[in-house]
C-alpha cells in the first residue's frame, strides 16, 4: 500500500507550462505530482496571459521572479541556476505538445506531457531519439490508468484467471459536446479545430485513455487489423469526429469494440472496461471505481472491492486509501506521477536495471497512443474500412 512515504532522496524541482486558472486539466496534474512529496512546484509558465499567470503561480507558492511568461523564457530563466528545474509538466493544447518537450528535452529537463502526444509517430520518433540521446524521460498522463483495480485486471489476466482473451469491450462517452459550438469555450474550440487538435477530436482526446489502459491490462496482445467508423454530429466540427466506433482483431484472435463520444446527451462522464476470457470475464467503471465485477462461467458473480487481502499483490501494492475509503482519478494520477518521478530518479542515477522492470506510462505509450489514432484515422477516411494495423 501506498502510504505517503518518501521514496526520492530529495523531491524534484517541477515546473509547469499551461495548467493555470483557466486551464482544465492543471489542477488533476497538481493533485497528482503533490500528493507525495515527490515533486515541488518551483517554476511556471502557467497562462498566455503573463501577469495572470505570474499571479496564479505566486498564489501557488512559486516565486514571483520564476512566473514566466513563455516557456522559453521558463527555460532561459531557468538554464544557470544551481537549483534548475528538473521535470516539467506540459498541459497545453495538443498542436504546442512537440515543440514544447522537444526545447525541454534540448535544455536538458524531464518532461511529463499531456495525451495526445503529438500529432504523428514520426514526431514521436524523433522525441524518443531525442530523450534517448539526453539520458531523459518523457512521461504521458493517462489518467485512470494508476487505479488499483486496473492492476487487478492486469494481474488476473496474466495469472490466467480469465482464460485465453476472447472479447474486449470498451466504452468512454459524456454530453457536454451534444449542442453546438455558438457560446462554446476556448477549451472546446481548440479541440474541434484541426489546426490545434491534430486529426481528432473524441479519439485523440478521451479515446486514447481507453487504448491505453487495455494495453495496460492486456500487453500480451497486440491489434492487427481495425476498422474506424467516426461521425460529426456537430456539422461545423467536420472533418473532426464528436462520435466513433473502433473494430479491432487482435493477433491472438481477440475481437475488439471502442465506443467514444462526446454527444452522448444526458451522460455526464463515464469509462467502462469488459475483458472477457474463455473462463470468465471482469468489468470495471470509474463511475462504480472502488468495485470489480468477476464473473466465472457456471459460478455466482462476484463484487470484488479494492484495498482488500482478497486482491493480487500488484493491486495492494498501488492502493492508497484503503478499503473503507472510495479511490478516485486524483489517486490513480498520483500513482502515474509517481512512477514517473521513481523513472526520472533511476535515469538520474543510471539504475538501467530498475528501469528495465519499470512500470510507466512513457515515450512508448504515447506513440502507440498516436500510432492507433493515425490508424483510425486513415480507416475512417477510407470510408470505415478494415486497414492492417501499421
Same mark, same amino acid.
Given at each position: 500500500?501506498?502510504?505517503?512515504?518518501?521514496?526520492?532522496?530529495?523531491?524534484?524541482?517541477?515546473?509547469?507550462?499551461?495548467?493555470?486558472?483557466?486551464?482544465?486539466?492543471?489542477?488533476? !496534474?497538481?493533485?497528482?505530482?503533490?500528493?507525495?512529496?515527490?515533486?515541488?512546484?518551483? %517554476?511556471?509558465?502557467?497562462?498566455?496571459?503573463? +501577469?495572470?499567470?505570474? #499571479?496564479?503561480?505566486?498564489?501557488?507558492?512559486?516565486?514571483?521572479?520564476?512566473?514566466?511568461?513563455?516557456?522559453?523564457?521558463?527555460?532561459?530563466?531557468?538554464?544557470?541556476?544551481?537549483?534548475?528545474?528538473?521535470?516539467?509538466?506540459?498541459?497545453?493544447?495538443?498542436?504546442?505538445?512537440?515543440?514544447?518537450?522537444?526545447?525541454?528535452?534540448?535544455?536538458?529537463? !524531464?518532461?511529463?506531457?499531456?495525451?495526445?502526444?503529438?500529432?504523428?509517430?514520426?514526431?514521436?520518433?524523433?522525441?524518443?531519439?531525442?530523450?534517448?540521446?539526453?539520458?531523459?524521460?518523457?512521461?504521458?498522463?493517462?489518467?485512470?490508468?494508476?487505479?488499483?483495480?486496473?492492476?487487478?485486471?492486469?494481474?488476473?489476466?496474466?495469472?490466467?484467471?480469465? /482464460?485465453?482473451?476472447?472479447?474486449?469491450?470498451?466504452?468512454?462517452?459524456?454530453?457536454?459536446?451534444?449542442? *453546438?459550438?455558438?457560446?462554446? /469555450?476556448?477549451?472546446?474550440?481548440?479541440?474541434?479545430?484541426?489546426?490545434?487538435?491534430?486529426?481528432?477530436?473524441?479519439?485523440?482526446?478521451?479515446?486514447?485513455?481507453?487504448?491505453?489502459?487495455?494495453?495496460?491490462?492486456?500487453?500480451?496482445?497486440?491489434? #492487427?487489423?481495425?476498422?474506424? *467508423?467516426?461521425?460529426?454530429?456537430?456539422?461545423?466540427? %467536420?472533418?473532426?469526429?464528436?462520435?466513433?466506433?473502433?473494430? &479491432?482483431?487482435?493477433?491472438?484472435?481477440?475481437?475488439?469494440?471502442?465506443?467514444?463520444?462526446?454527444?452522448?446527451?444526458?451522460?455526464?462522464?463515464?469509462?467502462?472496461?469488459?475483458?472477457?476470457?474463455?473462463?470468465?470475464?471482469? #468489468?470495471?467503471?470509474?463511475? !462504480?471505481?472502488?468495485?470489480?465485477?468477476?464473473?466465472? +462461467?457456471?459460478?455466482?458473480?462476484?463484487?470484488?472491492?479494492?484495498? &482488500?487481502?482478497?486482491?493480487?499483490?500488484?493491486?495492494?501494492?498501488?492502493?492508497?486509501?484503503?478499503?473503507?475509503?472510495?479511490?478516485?482519478?486524483?489517486?490513480?494520477?498520483?500513482?502515474?506521477?509517481?512512477?514517473?518521478?521513481?523513472?526520472?530518479? %533511476?535515469? &538520474?542515477? *543510471?539504475?538501467?536495471?530498475?528501469?528495465?522492470? !519499470?512500470?510507466?506510462?512513457?515515450?512508448? %505509450?504515447?506513440?502507440? /497512443?498516436?500510432?492507433?489514432?493515425?490508424?483510425?484515422?486513415?480507416?475512417?477516411?477510407?470510408?470505415?474500412?478494415?486497414?492492417?494495423?501499421?
Amino acid at each position: 500500500m501506498i502510504n505517503g512515504e518518501r521514496t526520492l532522496m530529495r523531491p524534484l524541482r517541477w515546473g509547469m507550462v499551461g495548467g493555470g486558472r483557466t486551464g482544465q486539466v492543471g489542477y488533476k !496534474h497538481r493533485t497528482g505530482a503533490l500528493r507525495d512529496g515527490t515533486y515541488q512546484l518551483v %517554476a511556471g509558465a502557467f497562462d498566455l496571459d503573463a +501577469q495572470r499567470g505570474r #499571479e496564479f503561480g505566486t498564489n501557488l507558492g512559486v516565486a514571483s521572479d520564476r512566473c514566466y511568461a513563455t516557456y522559453q523564457d521558463l527555460i532561459a530563466g531557468e538554464a544557470d541556476r544551481e537549483d534548475k528545474v528538473d521535470v516539467v509538466s506540459v498541459a497545453t493544447p495538443n498542436f504546442t505538445h512537440f515543440e514544447i518537450t522537444k526545447a525541454l528535452l534540448q535544455a536538458g529537463i !524531464h518532461v511529463i506531457c499531456e495525451k495526445p502526444l503529438f500529432f504523428t509517430v514520426a514526431e514521436c520518433d524523433e522525441i524518443r531519439d531525442l530523450a534517448s540521446k539526453n539520458g531523459l524521460i518523457v512521461g504521458v498522463t493517462y489518467g485512470f490508468t494508476g487505479h488499483p483495480l486496473v492492476h487487478q485486471m492486469a494481474a488476473m489476466v496474466a495469472k490466467g484467471l480469465l /482464460g485465453d482473451i476472447r472479447i474486449i469491450d470498451m466504452q468512454y462517452t459524456h454530453g457536454f459536446n451534444a449542442g *453546438d459550438d455558438t457560446n462554446a /469555450g476556448d477549451a472546446v474550440k481548440w479541440r474541434t479545430n484541426p489546426a490545434t487538435a491534430g486529426s481528432t477530436f473524441v479519439l485523440g482526446d478521451i479515446g486514447t485513455h481507453l487504448y491505453y489502459l487495455s494495453e495496460v491490462v492486456l500487453p500480451h496482445i497486440k491489434v #492487427e487489423r481495425l476498422l474506424c *467508423d467516426r461521425k460529426a454530429f456537430i456539422p461545423t466540427r %467536420a472533418p473532426l469526429e464528436d462520435h466513433a466506433t473502433v473494430l &479491432m482483431h487482435y493477433d491472438n484472435g481477440a475481437r475488439g469494440r471502442l465506443w467514444s463520444s462526446s454527444v452522448n446527451a444526458g451522460n455526464m462522464g463515464s469509462q467502462r472496461y469488459r475483458f472477457i476470457g474463455s473462463k470468465a470475464s471482469v #468489468e470495471w467503471s470509474d463511475s !462504480h471505481p472502488d468495485q470489480l465485477l468477476y464473473e466465472v +462461467q457456471g459460478e455466482p458473480n462476484r463484487i470484488l472491492h479494492h484495498g &482488500m487481502s482478497y486482491l493480487e499483490d500488484e493491486s495492494l501494492a498501488v492502493d492508497r486509501m484503503g478499503a473503507l475509503h472510495t479511490e478516485g482519478l486524483g489517486d490513480s494520477w498520483a500513482n502515474i506521477y509517481l512512477w514517473i518521478a521513481q523513472a526520472i530518479d %533511476a535515469r &538520474m542515477r *543510471d539504475d538501467d536495471a530498475f528501469l528495465a522492470s !519499470h512500470h510507466y506510462p512513457g515515450i512508448e %505509450a504515447g506513440t502507440e /497512443g498516436v500510432r492507433w489514432l493515425e490508424n483510425c484515422v486513415r480507416s475512417a477516411d477510407a470510408g470505415a474500412a478494415w486497414v492492417d494495423y501499421k
